[in-house]
Every structure is written in structure tokens, then in C-alpha cells.
């Protein structure tokens, strides 16, 4: 279940890894033109200079969106300058797609359901096996044999690897002696 969200997370990241040199061209074909077409028209030319602002993928699918209703707005003055008006309907599509891929691939992470579920089905698998290890240890704490089946040979490992070299009654003899001289 998990591993088709995941999945899907991986293929929105493949898609957007593809998409993004195609908006960023794109958003900058359309931003030429329009600075082109408004170069007489200061209002229009600041709005373009105010979408050309900025940074980030965010900010990216903002511009789409913007220069797309611009230049639907703005019709007669791109097309004086040959500007393709399918460039308008591939900017809204593509703000409408890098959206929908970047909500997937980019944010979504932990929080999406699945792995809430898939979570919380470990942790309670988790407290059963403990709670299990741990009757097992008091009722089998003199047979050696059974008591064994209850313990965790990774935290035996662990344990085991992480003491120090040195006992801890000679750190203190030895912190004793600096501390008097």
C-alpha cells in the first residue's frame, strides 16, 4: 500500500526533474515577449518586471500563472510582435501540472496517510513485542535457556560496543587524584 505512494512520489520527482527546464524556458519565452510588446506601456512593463521577481520552484508556478493571464489579457500587443498564443495555453497548463508534481514530489513527505499508517501499525507491533520481552524476562529470570528467547540480540550488540574501555571506578580514581593535586 505504502509502496505505491512511494512510487508515486518517485515518478512526480522524475516528472518534475523533467518538466522544470521546459517552465523555465518557457516562462522566459513568454517574460521576452512581453517585455517587448510593453516596452511603451510602463504599467505593463512593471508588472512584468515584478513577475520576473523572485525565486524557487514556488515562485516558478506563480510566474506561469501570471504571465499566462497577462498575456491572455494582453492579446493585441503580443501578437504585433508575433508572439504564439499557444505559449499562453501551454504557461497555464504546465503552472497547472508543475503544481499538482511539486505537491506530490516535494511536500507531501511524511505526512501523507499511508505512512501515518504504516507508522503507527509499527509502533504498536513494536510495544507488543517489548511488552511480550518483558513478561518473558520476569517470568524466565533464572532459566538461562528461555530467558534467552527474550532478549534483544541487537541491544546486546549494542550495548556491548558502546562501554567504554576503561572502567567507571577508574575515571573517578583518576578524576580524584587531578582534583586533590
Known sequence: ????????????????????????????????????AFRNEPILLATVKRIEDGTGYADLIQDLNDVSLLA????????????????THDAAATCDRLGYLHAVAKVEGNDNELHIIRNKAYTLVKNSVDTIRECGRFLFWRDEDRLEGYQS?????????????????????????????
Not at 491572455?72 to 505559449?87: E, R, S
Not at 540480540?153 to 593535586?181: G, L
Request: with cysteine; hydrophobic share 30%.
Open 153 to 181: 540480540e541487537y541491544r546486546r550488540q549494542h550495548r556491548s560496543s558502546s562501554k567504554t574501555e576503561e572502567p567507571v571506578a577508574e575515571v573517578i580514581e583518576e578524576e580524584n587524584v587531578v582534583a586533590a593535586e
Open 72 to 87: 491572455g489579457k494582453q492579446k493585441q500587443l503580443l501578437k504585433a510582435v508575433g508572439y504564439d498564443m499557444k505559449l
Open 1 to 36: 500500500m505504502w509502496e505505491d505512494s512511494r512510487f508515486d512520489k518517485e515518478e512526480a520527482q522524475r516528472e518534475w526533474n523533467e518538466a522544470l527546464p521546459m517552465a523555465y524556458d518557457l516562462r522566459d519565452t513568454i517574460l521576452h515577449y512581453c517585455k517587448y
